[in-house]
């Protein structure tokens, strides 16, 4: 074939058929071969441990949910990092079987069009757990299940299995998924304490600032006990947004707001803070000229000539001088807005409202919930999810999670009886709580079943994070979901039919009919 590279896991797929040239994101046709490759790698180790019917233990589990985090849309456009894992992932292969051979690179090996496509809907879902569980190692909290069964599922991927055993394997993915949310979750509540409802300002202070992107909280947790009492002001940018709803980052009083929007308005938001950057996990974009000897990555993020903040030491933690040092130097931000941003209703926080919550609801002054969770994105066309939110009638509340409430969270949409239009749950991982806070509502409301609730789904979907989150809910028993701005290129029209008859899977159309059917139920 001519193509230089094929990709398809985002949502970004170019003409939603497949990037050949260079990703839509910004990833060269080496950084992707290369990523095709460290899979490979992956797989051939999982088909090792496979054939000596062994686990991954604890060190070697670990580094393949951190691989699979590495090639996630928009982690790591560094070839170079890519390379050291694929040397680490080689030679653990060797280690554990010096005669065994690499299975077969990249997407487009496997030839049946369907097969093809649930092996890669299988693939992207690890993808995203392993984010999930990567975020859940760095506080403590590991499920050794969760690495057993990311090994078995790669297996699924290179041996011959029908189409009805890999769809089983999907949804087994989905069910994975859910562990891994709520072991996060349990990581993250047992550190930072519960979300409380906060109010975040979107204005800037006096001081210098780092800006904090990104998804690891305990990253931003060293940054500001290393940075208390300096003068410098902490803030959040896109998914960290949900840093201050928890009592142990807000109680620091220079984590003093949150900068800008979603992830890809970096290249209008970056120049004018005018202080270092850290991205610590996905989401970084190509890097502009005008920002680019102040922007770091750490964790699993990487950029060409973008200086990385090592990992911690065993018992030890991050060196964030150099981004403490060159603040210490910088002129404080430019000011984008000046707002206040309404957060922390995740699972907790809303079982505290839930009899206000459950009045509501019987009153009729709730008439119905909409999850507009998920990921935000370029696209003119996810204007849809600003103009649903606007359109929806003024008895709905907006239960949101993920960087997708950038399209409606500053929106003047009111409350209901106090109780905030848009519910922000937190970072796209807290639609694990968007499920639980459906769960009790609909054991609030003595349901035998969960899509009973009067609540429908509207999702926007960007990578391979949003995938894990989908298969988390169709495995948790949802259906009817919209998704947009677009089907995912990667599902067949074989698989597509499959999801649309067994769990009711839709494209979004236009707002107005789409608000009319959410309305009526369908």
């Not at 009592?247 to 220079?254: A, D, G, N, S, V």
């Not at 494209?507 to 107005?512: L, N, Y």
């Amino acid at each position: 074939m001519s193509e230089e590279m094929f990709c398809f896991q985002c949502q970004e797929a170019c003409g939603n058929t497949g990037c050949t040239v260079r990703g839509v994101c910004g990833k060269t046709a080496e950084t992707a071969n290369k990523m095709d490759r460290l899979i490979a790698e992956l797989k051939r180790i999982a088909l090792i441990l496979d054939e000596q019917h062994t686990a991954p233990d604890h060190e070697l589990g670990l580094f393949m949910i951190q691989a699979l985090f590495a090639t996630i849309t928009n982690a790591n456009f560094d070839p170079a990092r890519i390379d050291e894992l694929i040397r680490r992932a080689e030679s653990r292969a060797r280690r554990l079987d010096p005669e065994s051979l690499l299975p077969p690179v990249g997407v487009l090996s496997e030839t049946d069009p369907d097969k093809r496509s649930l092996k890669e809907l299988i693939l992207y879902g690890l993808k995203g757990l392993s984010a999930y569980a990567d975020h859940a190692a760095m506080l403590g909290c590991e499920d050794s299940s969760i690495y057993a069964f990311v090994c078995r599922a790669l297996v699924a991927t290179v041996r011959p299995h029908s189409v009805e055993e890999l769809t089983a394997m999907v949804l087994e993915c989905g069910r994975t998924a859910v562990g891994a949310m709520e072991l996060l979750d349990r990581a993250n509540t047992g550190a930072y304490g519960h979300p409380e409802i906060t109010r975040v300002k979107t204005g800037v202070g006096k001081n210098p600032g780092i800006l904090v992107s990104g998804h690891d909280l305990r990253d931003l947790r060293e940054l500001l006990e290393d940075t208390e009492g300096l003068g410098i002001d902490i803030y959040t940018h896109s998914e960290m947004l949900p840093a201050h709803y928890y009592p142990e980052l807000k109680k620091f009083r220079h984590l003093v707001g949150n900068y800008g929007g979603a992830w890809y308005r970096q290249d209008r938001e970056f120049g004018p803070f005018h202080g270092p950057i850290l991205m610590t996990t996905n989401c970084i974009t190509p890097v502009k000229p005008e920002y680019r000897d102040r922007i770091f990555t750490t964790g699993m993020a990487g950029y060409p000539g973008v200086p990385h903040i090592a990992d911690r030491p065993a018992g030890g933690r991050k060196d964030f001088s150099p981004l403490i040092e060159l603040a210490k130097k910088c002129p404080p931000p430019e000011e984008l807005d000046n707002l206040e941003i309404v957060g922390g209703f995740a699972h907790h926080q809303v079982g505290l409202l839930a009899d206000k919550v459950v009045e509501a609801v019987k009153s009729g002054a709730i008439r119905r919930f909409v999850v507009m969770a998920g990921c935000d994105g370029r696209q003119s066309a996810r204007k849809y999810f600003t103009e649903v939110a606007e359109s929806l009638p003024a008895d709905t509340v907006i239960l949101t999670a993920g960087c997708a409430k950038y399209r409606y969270n500053k929106l003047p949409l009111g409350d209901i009886g106090g109780i905030p239009r848009v519910l922000d749950a937190g970072q796209c991982n807290d639609s694990y709580s968007l499920a639980l806070i459906a769960m009790k509502l609909r054991d609030a409301f003595g349901l035998d079943d969960l899509n009973k609730l009067p609540l429908s789904f509207d999702l926007a979907w960007y990578e391979q994070k949003a995938v894990a989150v989908l298969l988390a809910l169709l495995a948790l028993g949802f259906r009817d979901i919209r998704l947009g701005p677009t089907l995912p290129a990667f599902l067949s029209p074989g698989v597509a039919e499959v999801l649309v008859k067994n769990f009711g899977i839709k494209p979004i159309t236009e707002p107005a009919g789409d608000i009319e059917a959410m309305m009526a139920g369908r």
